[in-house]
């Protein structure tokens, strides 16, 4: 089989050459210094069913011995929201470079745990802590949740965690400005989903919004609502990415990262 490995090996040095535009690197470093894993995510709204999904990467090789991956760790971060009939919103390509607040900072906080393999999300946005993994917290898309109370003050669709350390945790769409202008699902965000109630739990705290669920003396007026009233609410599923054109970028990414070669 000598000769299966010898093409095995053309092979590597060909998609190196490839990712870095024809100029040669030595392959056992570059293979050393980048392994690549890329992995999707996705959510559902508990109350109005509005839908966020995307696609991260980071190199295996380059991470932190807390064994968390943050925004300043990733190669690609890529979010997409969507309405609850499944229409696409917006994108955030490379949300972890773009948009950024008054200050150049940009908007993402993403902490994903390389040992369990799943986003943390039990904790508050802008938390980071790489002891006590369950405090940690997200905030993607754009906009300071910090804001929320002051209408009109930023623009854009962020998906974050919950608002301070006290609270149960959840999960939480905005469309800060009203760009999109669809009814509130829950309190004073288009949707938002709690894991550890269930529907009825939060129908019962009357901040359902009207257009989702409405019920007089009883009677249910109207059950628009994207889960069933036992159901409890989702967190953000985590999987490997399957094998896509964008490996390519990551990879080419990698080799920039760690050899300083030109895009």
Same mark, same amino acid.
């Given at each position: 089989?000598?000769?299966?490995?010898?093409?095995?090996?053309?092979?590597?040095?060909?998609?190196?050459?490839?990712?870095?535009?024809?100029?040669?690197?030595? =392959?056992?470093?570059?293979?050393?210094?980048?392994?690549?894993?890329?992995?999707?995510?996705?959510?559902?709204?508990?109350? =109005?069913?509005?839908?966020?999904?995307? !696609?991260?990467?980071?190199?295996?090789?380059?991470?932190?011995?807390?064994?968390?991956?943050?925004?300043?760790?990733?190669?690609?971060?890529?979010?997409?929201?969507?309405?609850?009939?499944?229409?696409?919103? !917006?994108?955030?390509?490379?949300?972890?470079?773009?948009?950024?607040?008054?200050?150049?900072?940009?908007?993402?906080?993403? %902490?994903?745990?390389?040992?369990? $393999?799943?986003?943390?999300?039990?904790?508050?946005?802008?938390?980071?802590?790489?002891?006590?993994?369950?405090?940690?917290?997200?905030?993607?898309?754009?906009?300071?949740?910090?804001? !929320?109370?002051?209408?009109?003050?930023?623009?854009?669709? %962020?998906?974050?965690?919950?608002?301070?350390?006290?609270?149960?945790?959840?999960?939480?769409?905005?469309?800060?400005?009203?760009?999109?202008?669809?009814?509130?699902?829950?309190?004073?965000?288009?949707?938002?989903?709690?894991?550890?109630?269930?529907?009825?739990?939060?129908?019962?705290?009357?901040?359902?919004?009207?257009?989702?669920?409405?019920?007089?003396?009883?009677?249910?007026?109207?059950?628009?609502?994207?889960?069933?009233?036992?159901?409890?609410?989702?967190?953000?599923?985590?999987?490997?990415?399957?094998?896509?054109?964008?490996?390519?970028?990551?990879?080419?990414?990698?080799?920039? $990262?760690?050899?300083? !070669?030109?895009?």
């Amino acid at each position: 089989m000598r000769w299966l490995k010898a093409r095995q090996v053309a092979v590597s040095a060909l998609t190196i050459l490839v990712m870095t535009g024809g100029q040669a690197l030595a =392959a056992p470093a570059s293979i050393r210094s980048c392994s690549v894993a890329a992995y999707e995510f996705f959510w559902a709204g508990q109350f =109005a069913g509005f839908m966020v999904n995307g !696609r991260f990467s980071y190199n295996e090789n380059a991470v932190p011995t807390s064994g968390i991956v943050r925004e300043e760790d990733l190669l690609a971060f890529d979010v997409s929201f969507y309405d609850p009939q499944g229409n696409l919103l !917006r994108t955030y390509p490379d949300n972890h470079k773009f948009p950024v607040d008054g200050h150049g900072v940009p908007y993402l906080n993403v %902490a994903f745990d390389t040992i369990t $393999q799943q986003l943390l999300q039990t904790g508050t946005w802008n938390v980071d802590d790489d002891v006590l993994r369950f405090r940690n917290g997200f905030m993607m898309g754009e906009g300071n949740p910090d804001l !929320r109370g002051q209408p009109g003050s930023q623009t854009g669709l %962020a998906f974050w965690t919950r608002p301070r350390d006290n609270a149960v945790p959840h999960l939480h769409v905005d469309d800060w400005n009203d760009d999109f202008g669809f009814p509130i699902g829950f309190s004073s965000h288009e949707d938002a989903s709690f894991p550890t109630r269930t529907t009825q739990e939060r129908i019962d705290t009357g901040r359902v919004g009207e257009a989702y669920y409405l019920q007089q003396n009883g009677t249910v007026l109207v059950n628009n609502l994207a889960s069933d009233v036992g159901e409890f609410g989702q967190w953000v599923r985590v999987t490997r990415a399957k094998a896509s054109p964008l490996d390519l970028r990551d990879h080419r990414r990698c080799l920039i $990262q760690q050899f300083g !070669r030109p895009r």
